[in-house]
């Protein structure tokens, strides 16, 4: 049997490094959340405090991660068909396109430019390689959202440059329509 | 109650008026068209196209308000089953079997059985507002903290049925979704919990980003990182587009308890349909003969929780109008509506104006009927999305994602969140453990808490409260014999099988 | 098919009125931001004023946005970078006051130029029908004697319906400490709980309780008007001898370091609208009670309640 993705070969089985991982992740969520409840007030007077829900979850955290941790060490024979064929450059890049989406969005690059590059580096990590089709076609998909949720339904989205040319396009198209006699 | 049910037709006899069904039907197109955007529920949709309604006369309006509120809420479920991104809490149960079921060709009947599912749910429903409202009222506001907090213990236990085969995984997911939950500002004591002075914190974490990261974002990274194991296409339709003979066997009996589920719920003042549908969801799965196909699209999963949310929220009419207690946010849009037309819903409303009530009985209903009939043929166009490439999908899906978190709290801490349940989703994909516990966890966590102590704090810390109350001791002896019978009988059948 | 063709036009043609509103005139070009997300209250506010600013010519153009968040002050820390921005209003009220101590919020109301208030709700004290309770004497005497026993079921916790409570338990004698104020998320909970008599008494808008107490399920015990209100046949809990007046006020409010230029054209788009047909109407279609009061006179009052509203938090434990 080949060796499992992330695992550590040990006598009587394997350690799933991803396991452990988690185990660890939840024994620090334990104390986080322990650490937290310590500085809660009373609240109120009368029945039960603020601190007694975090205190519980935290504990039931303390068991499930020991016993996840303890889970890592079994030995794993289902862990080789799992694993394996991961392509990890195609998660980078999903997680870059998300980070550069949020950048864009809160630095003033506004809505339709975020969108275009989410789209666009998606499209990319899932083996497209025409990026220039790919931008236009996420250009387009996020100017129509855009227009929708602003204009039709008066909705705010994050503003860049971009914005207030479409926003120049669309109102005299908005003012004709408003000039149109409506029956109500 | 025969005065109830002459009044009823009477409404219907309004509703059905040829201009009446045109306003219906627009009001469901848009509804729906509206409500398929992301970020936007069936109470934001009712918001933004309330002013519409406003041009029409009364009845007219009241009439296209229904079918936007019931185009509203399919639009959500249509999401949830396309794009496995439930655009409220109410429809994450739809979103387990019924994102299934699309990728695996049947999205034509899982849109079906929720449409009809609907429908069913809708027409018992609003036979129930006309016969029992009067009663279930009386029950609905003797429902005490304590009787709450015995239901949600009684949720609680059926979260299992999305626990996958791993007892252990599946705890885990929940109480990360738990530790999610204390995020934000204590109900009770006003105090900030787990918040780390981030003020976007202190509202607490919002079910929809956190399932939208968890399903739609995550998936997204899965497929990617499993790309080459996978086909480039998905197949939008895999045999039939409409529901089979089977199909319609395995959905009426889960329409039916949905709906008993859902109407008597949904009609107390803190039931929210949350409940029913995970209750119908785990029902569902215990009941079927197929228990191998939940977790890989079972039908019964969508038409189950599907008609429970409905009933549910024909089941907030109950107490907004007979006692003008706006229980949901829709419900509380529903009374701005009114209040549009000097009506003030409320004890006297039934006694003032019996016509316009049952008029807007019979137009829900109404509408609800409009709905199927604009929606079914659509089905067909609707799952053609899925037959969008792979790359466009699931970049389409990722916009979708992002829109609806920005256009609910455009915030970079939101976006911020949305993408980190994107990677938590991807990585417990990776390692097998569930996904819906952890929702599910954010969702009852909080609000068992509430009851809990809002019961204590009112019996000054006297818990013996939870076995005094009728309802709760009742509630809580089934929550345990929930617990414990799948155990007894499974061990039970391998002491019998042991003995063959 | 006609009809269909019809219905489709229609649609579309209704979706696009959505974002079209009445004939525009004067200059500004207003942002006006709702610190709350769509549908509550903040928000009706900003779009009633958008709706009666364009109507009544006080703005060019008028354009609402939600920061919603932590009661409004992650909406606040925004306005504060909007220094000497004359074309922003930020809509706030008595329960950001609130927020931003239990929050303990970075930025403070000290930094933004108060505009104008513009609406205000007086608050009403109930009791279930059945409770052997009459008026607020009665009460008043019960909270005194034991505070835990008198039950209170209102808004979120720090919030105005919990402030009223606990100036309440103070002007009765009782220690706002010992209070036992439940909070409950969205009025129909409170109220069912009330319907249910599970609580000695509710506090809250006036018009929560109107239905209820027409109906005679609720027993109305006071208001914390300062004179009777007109059409409620209650006394006012100052008649009763409790000295209480409070009410739930929304104002609007600009940036920082104004200019007086600036100020006055906002002061005086603000009255504009507030004295105008279209904004009456709005009011009284939503059932907001007026409450203009503008410029100086409306920042010596938010001072006023910013150290009353500190004080009684305090004294219930949610503000140091």
């Not at chain 2, 949709?45 to 399919?74: E, N, Q, R, W």
């Not at chain 2, 079906?112 to 609003?126: E, K, M, P």
């Not at chain 2, 409409?242 to 949904?266: C, E, H, N, V, Y």
Request: hydrophobic share 55%; with cysteine; proline share 6%.
């Amino acid at each position: 049997m080949a060796r499992p993705h992330d695992t550590i070969r040990r006598s009587g089985g394997w350690i799933d490094v991803s396991d452990l991982a988690i185990g660890v992740a939840l024994l620090a969520l334990a104390a986080v959340i322990f650490y937290d409840a310590q500085r809660l007030a009373p609240g109120s007077i009368y029945g039960v405090g603020p601190s007694v829900a975090p205190l519980m979850i935290a504990g039931g955290l303390v068991l499930l991660g020991l016993a996840t941790v303890l889970a890592a060490w079994r030995p794993r024979a289902d862990a080789a068909a799992e694993a394996g064929g991961i392509d990890r450059a195609a998660v980078v890049v999903i997680v870059a396109a998300l980070a550069a989406m949020i950048a864009l969005m809160t630095l003033g690059g506004g809505f339709v430019l975020a969108c275009t590059v989410l789209f666009a580096g998606t499209a990319w990590a899932f083996g497209r390689r025409a990026p220039a089709a790919d931008v236009a076609i996420g250009l387009a998909l996020a100017l129509v959202v855009y227009a929708v949720f602003t204009r039709a339904l008066t909705l705010a989205l994050p503003e860049g440059p971009l914005e207030k040319y479409v926003q120049q396009a669309l109102d005299p198209l908005v003012r004709a329509l408003r000039a149109l006699p409506w029956p109500w | 109650m025969w005065d109830s049910l002459a009044a009823l037709a009477q409404g219907f006899a309004v509703a059905v008026q040829p201009l009446n069904l045109v306003f219906a039907m627009v009001g469901v197109l848009l509804g729906t068209i509206v409500g398929v955007l992301p970020g936007i529920g069936p109470a934001l949709t009712v918001a933004l196209l309330l002013p519409i309604t406003y041009k029409f006369d009364p009845a007219g309006s009241i009439i296209m308000f229904a079918g936007i509120y019931y185009g509203g809420m399919y639009g959500g479920s249509t999401t949830a089953i396309l794009l496995n991104a439930p655009g409220e809490s109410a429809s994450l149960a739809t979103a387990l079997e019924g994102n299934k079921m699309a990728k695996a060709g049947r999205g034509g009947p899982a849109l079906a059985t929720a449409a009809i599912g609907s429908f069913v749910a809708g027409l018992i429903a609003t036979l129930g507002i006309a016969l029992l409202a009067p009663w279930l009222v009386e029950i609905a506001v003797n429902f005490g903290p304590e009787d709450y907090f015995a239901l949600m213990v009684l949720a609680f236990v059926t979260v299992s049925a999305t626990f996958g085969d791993s007892p252990r995984k599946g705890l885990v997911s929940l109480f990360v979704g738990l530790a999610l939950g204390l995020v934000g500002l204590d109900k009770l004591s006003g105090q900030a919990r787990l918040a780390f002075g981030v003020p976007e914190l202190l509202d607490g974490i919002e079910v929809t980003t956190l399932a939208v990261g968890l399903f739609a974002v995550g998936e997204a990274l899965y497929v990617a990182s499993r790309r080459r194991h996978e086909p480039e296409t998905l197949e939008a339709v895999r045999g039939s587009l409409w529901m089979t003979r089977q199909d319609w066997r395995r959905s009426w009996k889960p329409w039916l308890r949905g709906t008993a589920f859902g109407f008597p719920i949904g009609a107390l003042p803190a039931g929210g349909a949350e409940i029913p549908t995970f209750l119908s969801y785990s029902t569902e799965k215990r009941l079927c003969k197929h228990k191998d196909e939940f977790g890989k699209g079972a039908i019964e999963g969508v038409a189950g929780p599907e008609a429970a949310n409905n009933a549910s929220a024909a089941g907030t009419l109950v107490p907004l109008l007979t006692l003008g207690l706006p229980t949901s946010a829709t419900a509380a849009m529903l009374l701005a509506g009114f209040q549009q037309y000097n009506l003030n819903p409320g004890p006297l409303l039934f006694a003032e104006k019996p016509m316009l009530v049952w008029g807007l009985i019979a137009s829900l209903f109404i509408a609800n009927a409009m709905l199927l009939v604009l929606n079914l043929p659509l089905v067909g166009l609707w799952v053609r999305l899925l037959a969008i490439k792979r790359p466009w999908l699931y970049a389409g899906i990722l916009i979708f994602a992002v829109t609806g978190t920005v256009a609910a709290k455009p915030s970079p801490v939101e976006l911020a969140m949305l993408a980190l349940f994107g990677l938590m989703g991807f990585v417990m994909r990776r390692q097998g453990y569930p996904i819906a516990p952890v929702v599910v966890g954010l969702i009852l966590g909080p609000m068992a808490e509430t009851h809990f102590r809002r019961a204590m704090q009112l019996n000054l810390g006297d818990a013996t409260v939870f076995l005094q109350s009728p309802v709760s001791a009742t509630l809580l002896a089934l929550a345990l014999i929930a617990l414990v019978a799948p155990i007894a009988l499974d061990g039970l059948r391998r002491f019998k099988s042991a003995e063959d | 098919m006609s009809v269909i063709r019809k219905t489709f036009g229609m649609a579309g043609a209704v979706a696009l009125a959505v974002a079209l509103a009445a004939p525009a005139a004067a200059q500004l070009e207003l942002r006006i931001m709702a610190p709350a997300g769509p549908g509550g209250g903040w928000d009706q506010t900003a779009r009633a004023m958008q709706a009666a600013m364009v109507a009544s010519g006080a703005a060019k153009s008028v354009q609402v946005f939600n920061v919603p968040g932590a009661g409004g002050t992650v909406g606040l820390a925004q306005l504060i970078n909007a220094k000497g921005d004359g074309n922003q209003l930020m809509v706030n009220g008595l329960v950001m006051v609130g927020a931003i101590i239990t929050n303990k919020a970075p930025v403070t109301l000290d930094k933004v130029t108060p505009i104008a208030r513009l609406t205000g709700e007086y608050l009403a004290i109930v009791v279930p029908a059945s409770s052997p309770i009459k008026d607020a004497k009665a009460l008043a005497a019960a909270v005194k004697e034991n505070p835990g026993k008198v039950t209170w079921a209102g808004g979120s916790a720090g919030g105005v319906d919990h402030i009223a409570a606990a100036l309440f338990a103070r002007a009765a004698g009782a220690d706002a400490a010992k209070i036992n104020y439940i909070a409950f998320s969205g009025g129909g909970e409170a109220l069912a709980a009330l319907l249910g008599a599970k609580v000695t008494a509710g506090i809250s808008g006036y018009g929560e309780f109107e239905g209820q107490i027409k109906a005679g399920k609720l027993r109305l015990v006071g208001v914390t008007s300062p004179n009777r209100l007109a059409g409620v046949d209650a006394p006012t809990l100052k008649e009763q001898g409790l000295d209480l007046v409070i009410a739930n006020w929304r104002s609007v409010m600009a940036g920082p370091d104004l200019p007086a230029d600036k100020k006055a054209a906002l002061l005086a788009a603000v009255e504009k609208m507030a004295k105008s047909p279209a904004w009456a109407e709005l009011l009284k279609q939503k059932g907001w009670d007026d409450a203009y009061l503008s410029g100086d006179a409306f920042a010596a009052f938010l001072k006023e309640e910013q150290a009353r509203v500190a004080d009684i938090l305090k004294s219930v434990g949610l503000a140091k």
